[in-house]
């Protein structure tokens, strides 16, 4: 039996993985991505109902990953799974390939981010997107996005330009 992505339902789907090195500290580095979210985040990159006003990461296990819209209204769309400053979060990535909000976690894919010090002064960043599969029918579709030029490659790079910038 297959699904609608021709993908054997229970097969898992491979995962997405983009690198990136920064001039900075792994703690910088760390800090720049998570509290520095909304410094780097495109405002285009939203799930609300109305336009982005704010990027929000809270800071811990189990924080919420939200937009707050103009329109005052607050949006979802992750969850904090793993919180290991300064070298590593996991993040469920609560959003289908209808760019909408799910909320049940067992049907989100994870985005694990790791910050490596390199020579130089520099920090690897490594971002994997994994468990595409978790999303059903939509999980190749939702793969594909993140994977375009303007998925994570062109996120990293908004990153990067936020780090060389503070």
Same mark, same amino acid.
Request: with cysteine; hydrophobic share 30%; glycine share 12%.
């Given at each position: 039996m297959t699904s609608v992505a021709n993908t054997p339902l229970g097969a898992s789907v491979a995962p997405v993985r983009k690198s990136i090195s920064v001039k900075a500290t792994v703690e910088h580095?760390?800090?720049?991505?998570?509290?520095?979210?909304?410094?780097?985040?495109?405002?285009?990159?939203?799930?609300?109902?109305?336009? %982005?006003?704010k990027a929000i990461m =809270?800071?811990?296990?189990?924080? +919420?990953?939200?937009?707050?819209?103009?329109?005052g209204t607050e949006c979802d769309w992750g969850r904090v799974?793993?919180?290991?400053?300064?070298?590593?979060?996991?993040?469920?990535?609560?959003?289908?390939?209808?760019?909408?909000y799910k909320p049940d976690l067992a049907k989100s894919s994870e985005v694990e981010i790791r910050f490596t010090q390199e020579a130089g002064? %520099?920090?690897?960043?490594?971002? =994997?997107?994994?468990?595409?599969? +978790?999303?059903?029918?939509?999980?190749?579709a939702m793969k594909t996005a993140v994977d375009a030029p303007n998925g994570w490659s062109g996120l990293l790079q908004l990153y990067a330009a936020a780090v060389a910038g503070s």
């Open positions: 580095a760390f800090k720049v991505y998570t509290d520095g979210y909304d410094t780097w985040w495109p405002r285009s990159h939203h799930i609300g109902k109305s336009p %982005m006003k =809270e800071g811990k296990a189990g924080g +919420r990953c939200y937009s707050e819209q103009v329109d799974l793993v919180w290991e400053p300064p070298n590593r979060i996991v993040l469920a990535w609560q959003i289908t390939h209808e760019w909408g002064g %520099m920090t690897r960043v490594d971002l =994997e997107h994994r468990y595409f599969e +978790r999303h059903g029918a939509g999980g190749a």
